[in-house]
């Protein structure tokens, strides 16, 4: 496979690419730069003068011939006005939000920042501004001052001050925290220095997005003042005086109100669509798309038609189990793709356990939530390949009838079962809940059944255990919660994805006891994803081994372990420590593994394998078979001779 993008260009998207890729986003700031550049351009256009009266022109209706828009009650153009007032209104509300920001977010900082006293005094008087309804202590400000458009202004920009130091300072007092403020101190960088160098940078996204949520409010609100005659004063023109002085004529001549509120609307929506474009190009959680909802489930979109006709093979009579053939799975990130499966194929009768190991970022998550299509879309996709549980094609199914197989056909013990439990219900209601999805039972027997499966996976006292929330419960007892949780539908496959990962020892081979009796008990499918080659050995019959989205090697257990053929599972191997040899020195792997969207051609193990040659870079490598049901990815296996 060649390079998805070339070494010397970074996949991660522009800025522009960004912002462009929100419509609403996009077509907010084309509105707002035309309203902006007529503005500005408003000395240069050939306009009538905004103030120039002529009553035998009065009240002419839009498209006139002597006015594009017609004229007010004392023969105004409105086209001028518009304009005029618009580029008034605009500097209004850009004059206070800068006002209202600098100085609103120069007492967030020195709040957040010194704490103690300071903090009390500065937010106090903040409290103080924010106990009065906010456009109520602007025409009192104004009252105080007198009319007028630089008094409206300033009325304004006061009463958001606290807007911005609010947020400010929160965000503010969650960085005077941090080990890098400390190092600076150690460094001899004093309270000015600091402030200036290292809190404003990383606060200053903050208050650009503070900006951009406020410019439009300040629009309306100094607009308001003026309509009601304390702003902008006659023969001034603005958008909010225009809609004061058209109000008394709205039946007799309502295009002299309509046609300033129609500007309002417009310049403050663009402002506010811009604004969440800004917001979404500043924030690091929306910028990554981790905050983006993903489909219900992973996009199919199958780029080789054979594909979708591909039938199960059956093999060794399978019927209930899980067969896997040349699975692709692939993230779009901007232009690039990451190729996180590459041709994945496997099968897992009834009652057995297929071990999948291998590094992280191998891709060993991504195969197991491909096959209940959970991989997250966007960016995932399933571009290739299919998966069948009992002959029946996951890949192809309608999105109801796959609801109905997850968590009842198909059922996935997570790595940390605190996040995989709802904090906010009780487990005995989470259990119901699951049994109910799926089976059309009472209330009492679904409990019956919760506390009949709790009892099965060894938790103590499941009739009071049923009234707990998960935090508190233990990790031990909330993953035997999981499993149960997994096992109260009889699934015919049982995904584990590093189910022990966060338990102590003894807890983890005491859970490991406990799934693998279940899983032999209720003869359940067992995919049990690790990176421990000492629990492949206790748990699985069958071992694949997955290096950059590929399978390398796959076979039985045992002869795996004994008599490995690729040299990184011979390496992965030798990383695991023996119990009583302590001078036994582990091995390390050098190197990293292949970037998902530059795969080199060839073996992607050829740079970290100590017994590459140039033939291994030449052309892909497939699976070959060595022994019955072993194989290996590799043109010279260890010890071994190809068949």
């Known amino acids: 496979m060649t390079n998805q993008v070339p070494a010397n260009k970074t996949p991660r ?20 730069l035309t309203l902006l550049f007529l503005a500005l351009a408003a000395p240069l256009l050939p306009l009538a ?20 828009l017609g004229t007010d009650h004392l023969g105004r153009d409105l086209l001028s006005r518009l304009i005029w007032g618009t580029q008034v209104s605009l500097m209004v509300g850009v004059s206070a939000t800068l006002i209202a920001a600098i100085i609103g977010s120069t007492i967030g900082l020195l709040a957040g920042y010194f704490g103690g006293r300071t903090d009390s005094l500065l937010m106090r008087g903040i409290d103080m501004l924010m106990a009065f309804p906010y456009i109520l202590l602007a025409l009192a400000i104004v009252a105080a001052l007198g009319p007028g458009l630089m008094n409206a202004l300033y009325a304004i920009a006061i009463v958001n001050i606290p807007f911005f130091a609010r947020n400010i300072r929160g965000v503010t007092l969650g960085l005077s925290q941090q080990a890098f403020i400390d190092a600076a101190r150690l460094s001899g960088k004093n309270d000015s220095l600091i402030l200036l160098s290292e809190i404003l940078p990383n606060v200053l996204p903050t208050i650009v997005i503070t900006m951009t949520t406020t410019i439009g409010w300040m629009i309306l609100e100094t607009a308001g003042l003026s309509f009601l005659g304390l702003g902008a004063q006659p023969p001034q023109a603005d958008l909010g005086s225009m809609l004061g002085e058209g109000r008394k004529l709205l039946f007799t001549a309502p295009h002299v109100s309509i046609i300033p509120g129609l500007m309002i609307f417009v310049l403050v929506m663009s402002i506010n669509l811009m604004g969440d474009g ?47 053939a040349n699975l692709h799975t692939e993230f779009h990130q901007g232009k690039s793709i990451y190729n996180a499966v590459n041709g994945v194929s496997f099968s897992i009768q009834p009652g057995e356990c297929l071990g999948i190991i291998g590094e992280s970022g191998s891709g060993k998550s991504v195969t197991a939530m491909s096959i209940s299509r959970l991989v997250p879309s966007p960016p995932g996709e399933i571009s290739n390949g299919q998966a069948w549980l009992d002959n029946q094609a996951l890949f192809s199914l309608p999105l ?8 009842n056909k198909v059922a996935y013990v997570f790595q940390d079962p605190l996040s995989a439990l709802h904090p906010l219900l009780t487990i005995g209601e989470q259990l119901i809940e699951a049994i109910q999805a799926h ?14 499966q709790l009892k099965q996976v060894k938790i103590p006292n499941p009739e009071q255990r049923i009234k707990n929330y998960p935090h508190q419960l233990s990790g031990g007892l909330r993953q035997r919660v999981v499993i149960a ?26 859970v490991l006891k406990l799934l693998r009796q279940l899983q032999q008990q209720t003869k359940v499918a067992l995919l049990f994803i690790t990176h421990d080659f000492g629990l492949v050995s206790a748990m699985c019959d069958q071992v694949a081994v997955m290096y950059a989205g590929h399978i390398v090697e796959t076979g039985p257990t045992h002869n795996l372990l004994t008599q490995p053929a690729h040299p990184y599972t011979q390496k992965l191997i030798n990383c695991v420590p023996i119990l009583g040899k302590n001078n036994q020195q582990l091995e390390t792997i050098e190197g990293m593994p292949p970037p998902m969207n530059q795969l080199p051609t060839g073996c992607h193990f050829a740079d970290r394998c100590p017994y590459a040659e140039d033939s291994c870079r030449q052309q892909a490598i497939h699976l070959t078979n060595l022994t019955d049901g072993h194989a290996v990815r590799c043109i010279k296996p260890l010890q071994h001779t190809l068949h």
């Open 13 to 32: 998207p522009s800025a522009w690419q960004l912002f462009i890729n929100n419509r609403l986003a996009l077509i907010g700031f084309v509105i707002f």
């Open 49 to 68: 003068p905004p103030d120039e009266t002529a009553l035998t022109l009065r009240l002419l209706t839009p498209f006139s011939s002597e006015a594009l």
């Open 278 to 324: 800004v917001r979404d190009l500043l924030d690091p959680r929306l910028k990554s798309g981790v905050m983006g909802r993903p489909a219900a489930a992973t996009l199919v979109n199958h780029k080789n038609t054979a594909s979708k006709q591909l039938i199960p093979c059956n093999v060794h009579g399978l019927k209930n189990g899980l067969q896997v």
């Open 400 to 407: 109801s009838q796959l609801q109905q197989i997850r968590g």
């Open 439 to 452: 089976q059309s039972i009472s209330y009492q027997a679904a409990k019956s059944m919760t506390i009949s």
């Open 485 to 510: 949780m997994a096992l109260v539908n009889s699934p015919n496959l049982l995904i584990a994805d590093e189910p022990t990962t966060a338990l102590d020892v003894t807890i983890q081979a005491q």
